[in-house]
């Protein structure tokens, strides 16, 4: 049965939304097609009409993923005029962020797999992070940041998140997110 070119295009929105939070969940080689496409609630065959392959619905669905991030993060510094790098710090390493692995940031779910995964996906995550440092640094800001520390800030955010995570929900996953909020932002003194 043929599907209308907007079914088509609804599904491929679909199948790339999927597979965004999926692949920040499970990783990369975490899921197949064919449990990305079950979650999307499509069958394995429409995979090949929309994508040429696994690689490509990575690269796409990740782009969306850190442009979600870039949003994510411009909300909260136009959201907070009054100090926008510290109110970032403390959504970033909340632990609603912490604990919303699948809709949380990308550089920290699926940075550490992007070398293996190709030019394309290294490209996606360059770009994003040039439009982080971007943001971190605009000189609108009355807290500007230097390129280095914006990305200072980036790093240690990414970081924190990474290893409270990794060592799961106990008290030292608290205590990493409490001490990397508590450092000031970068250009601040203590």
């Given at each position: 049965?043929?599907?209308?070119?907007?079914?088509?295009?609804?599904?491929?929105?679909?199948?790339?939304?999927?597979?965004?939070?999926?692949?920040?969940?499970?990783?990369?080689?975490?899921?197949?097609?064919?449990?990305?496409?079950?979650?999307?609630?499509?069958?394995?065959?429409?995979?090949?009409?929309?994508?040429?392959?696994?690689?490509?619905?990575?690269?796409?669905?990740?782009?969306?993923?850190?442009?979600?991030?870039?949003v994510a993060?411009?909300?909260?510094?136009?959201?907070?005029?009054?100090?926008?790098?510290?109110?970032?710090?403390?959504?970033?390493l909340?632990?609603?962020?912490?604990?919303?692995?699948?809709?949380?940031?990308?550089y920290?779910?699926?940075?550490?797999?992007?070398?293996?995964?190709?030019?394309?996906?290294?490209?996606a995550?360059?770009?994003?992070?040039?439009?982080?440092?971007?943001?971190?640094?605009?000189?609108?800001?009355?807290?500007?940041?230097?390129?280095?520390?914006?990305?200072?800030?980036?790093?240690?955010?990414?970081?924190?998140?990474?290893?409270?995570?990794?060592?799961?929900?106990?008290?030292?996953?608290?205590?990493?997110?409490?001490?990397?909020?508590?450092?000031?932002?970068?250009?601040?003194?203590?």
């Amino acid at each position: 049965m043929r599907v209308s070119r907007e079914t088509a295009a609804r599904n491929r929105e679909n199948v790339v939304k999927t597979a965004s939070r999926q692949f920040r969940e499970h990783g990369y080689d975490g899921i197949g097609i064919a449990g990305l496409m079950k979650a999307a609630g499509l069958t394995q065959g429409g995979f090949y009409k929309q994508f040429a392959d696994k690689d490509a619905i990575i690269t796409e669905a990740t782009q969306q993923a850190l442009d979600e991030n870039l949003v994510a993060w411009q909300s909260v510094v136009e959201g907070h005029q009054d100090d926008p790098l510290n109110a970032l710090r403390c959504w970033y390493l909340s632990r609603e962020h912490v604990d919303r692995r699948d809709a949380g940031c990308a550089y920290a779910a699926l940075a550490a797999e992007a070398p293996r995964h190709g030019k394309d996906l290294q490209d996606a995550f360059c770009e994003a992070v040039e439009k982080s440092i971007t943001l971190l640094t605009d000189t609108r800001a009355e807290s500007a940041q230097s390129r280095c520390e914006a990305i200072r800030l980036i790093t240690g955010m990414v970081g924190a998140l990474v290893l409270s995570r990794a060592v799961g929900e106990g008290a030292l996953s608290q205590e990493v997110l409490d001490c990397a909020i508590l450092e000031p932002a970068p250009g601040r003194s203590k």
